[in-house]
């Protein structure tokens, strides 16, 4: 399955056109991370494990986009989006689409 | 007396904030120059449409990403700055730090891959924590784009 | 085919080169300053314009207060050192209304409740109320000692102090409401509730200064000397030394009322400038408290 953010692929043609597709996963962090969290914020500085977990739940959110084209018989997906979105308090959605193709 | 003790917890989280907050921050744009160089070979554009170079034949969705907090004393320094306004400056250097990394760590993928162009490239910024009174405490950047090359 | 490249971007044209300690010290001082202009400001006009509430509106306060009071302490109106403390009252306010200064926008009488406490305390508040309780009575003995905490309150309610502090208050947290009120951030509150708090205590400090002084006039009119005055004072300081040994002593520009001990000492130089002192030779004795069943 080739995912681009481009709308056209170079040097390949797009023969089949099946619109779009989604994936999309909403995740909150656990109060463990939260701890930790919390230290960071007053020390400043990276936080490893939000951002490993925001990193799967865009892997899976990507890997559910993959999914539905993948049901529609397309192998590929094109012009793909990704968005973020804190849904409530400590919990983020992640949510990714485009279009899918074939392409030869 | 509780209200002594309160201001003590608050001078010293300042300080502490402030302490490591500065140093992490200087760390951390050291690490960025250094690796900015090293990366240099990864080129970056955010046009939609490639060239039509016969070389790029195979091309790969690549990403990096980071979540990043503010210290607390750059917080409350916000928090004031919020009262009186004007510009937020000690959000500046976070954001900016926040963009670099990602896009760093974008590149690197796309080098692991063996690409050396990234084109249509697109950030994505989202607060995830916030704190009391709806300040922004952490900020995850994301950025990704489509690399092109001959592949491995 | 075109040129494609990434030059090097210069540094600091997204992040102004701000030091975060130099932002922080301007803000801080800044909001501080503010905190304390707004809060004097406000109080020079809460003191201006709580004299020129009518009456009526504080007596109302008064009664809530008294209902409120009655329900606290289980006030008992059936004590002779009640009828003992309103008479004197009676006849110091009748002394203080005879001086200069503030027309009476106040009541006609002062009310006294006695209360039954373990803390020796006596204060004045709204709708011309004075509450003194039992451990006050227990730690005075001479009349002196008592008519001068007597006419300090009495003092407060002549110069419409209670009302005063209480419009003060009110004005601050109202305009500080309505400016912290779209931020809502508990931190941010505390600094500016707290620095304008503490300007507001030097009023108060001022208000127990201006009494001090009118009840130490009265009670040279009484008696023609100001001996025995301090004596509550003086049982004051002795507490606070006990107590200090214990534990850390309240800064002065953290308390409602002055220090004890600079009090003493300020009012003792006044009383000599104005020569509220017995005549030479005269000998003084001090009555002591009636004693009470």
């Known amino acids: 399955m080739l995912v681009s953010n481009l709308e056209l692929v170079p040097g390949k043609r797009t023969t089949k056109h099946f619109g779009l597709v989604q994936g999309s996963t909403v995740r909150a962090k656990h109060a463990g991370r939260d701890l930790m969290a919390g230290l960071k914020n007053i020390f400043g500085g990276e936080l490893k494990g939000y951002t490993e977990l925001l990193q799967e739940s865009r892997q899976e959110a990507t890997d559910r986009m993959i999914q539905q084209a993948e049901s529609l018989g397309a192998n590929a997906v094109l012009n793909v989006r990704f968005s973020t979105s804190s849904v409530t308090q400590g919990a983020a959605e992640l949510f990714v689409y485009g279009t899918a193709v074939v392409i030869e | ?152 | 085919m075109p040129q494609y490249s990434n030059a090097k971007l210069p540094e600091h044209i997204n992040v102004s080169k701000v030091s975060p300690l130099k932002d922080f010290i301007s803000l801080t001082g800044g909001l501080l300053a503010i905190a304390f202009v707004l809060a004097f400001t406000l109080a020079i006009v809460g003191n201006w314009l709580a004299p020129k509430i009518p009456y009526e509106w504080e007596q109302r306060l008064g009664d809530v207060v008294e209902s409120t009071l009655l329900d606290d302490f289980n006030l008992n109106s059936e004590h002779p050192q009640r009828a003992y403390l309103q008479a004197l009252v009676d006849q110091l306010w009748k002394l203080q209304l005879t001086h200069e200064s503030s027309v009476n926008t106040g009541p006609n009488t002062i009310t006294v409740h006695y209360v039954e406490s373990d803390i020796a305390n006596a204060f004045a508040t709204l709708g011309g109320q004075i509450i003194v309780t039992s451990a006050l009575l227990d730690k005075i003995t001479h009349e002196t000692g008592l008519y001068f905490i007597l006419a300090h309150e009495v003092a407060h309610i002549k110069y419409r102090h209670p009302i005063q502090a209480i419009g003060r208050g009110v004005l601050f947290s109202l305009v500080l409401s309505a400016f912290t009120g779209s931020q809502g951030d508990d931190l941010l509150d505390h600094l500016t509730w707290n620095t304008g708090s503490l300007t507001l205590l030097r009023f108060n400090r001022h208000q127990e200064q201006q009494s001090d002084i009118e009840a130490l006039r009265t009670l040279y009119q009484h008696y023609g000397h100001t001996e025995g005055a301090f004596e509550f004072f003086e049982y004051l300081v002795a507490e606070e030394q006990k107590a200090d040994q214990n534990e850390n002593q309240v800064p002065v520009f953290l308390s409602t009322h002055p220090d004890t001990q600079a009090r003493i000492v300020k009012l003792k130089e006044i009383a000599q400038e104005q020569r509220w002192q017995p005549m030479p030779g005269k000998s003084i004795t001090l009555q002591p408290l009636p004693k009470f069943e």
């Open chain 2, 1 to 152: 007396m509780a209200a002594f003790s309160d201001l003590f917890i608050f001078i010293i989280l300042l300080g502490l904030g402030y302490g490591f907050g500065q140093w992490a921050e200087r760390r951390h744009y050291r690490s960025i120059h250094t690796r900015e160089k090293e990366l240099a070979g990864i080129l970056v554009f955010a046009e939609r449409l490639p060239p039509p170079d016969p070389k790029f034949k195979h091309s790969s969705l690549v990403g990096g990403s980071v979540v990043i907090s503010i210290d607390y004393f750059k917080r409350f320094v916000s928090l004031l700055r919020s009262f009186i306004g004007g510009r937020v400056s000690s959000y500046e250097s976070l954001l900016d730090r926040a963009r670099r990394e990602a896009l760093l760590r974008m590149k690197a993928d796309a080098q692991a891959k063996g690409f050396q162009n990234i084109f249509n490239v697109k950030f994505e910024t989202a607060s995830i924590s916030k704190g009391k009174g709806k300040q922004i405490g952490s900020i995850e950047v994301y950025v990704y784009g489509t690399a092109l090359g001959p592949g491995n």
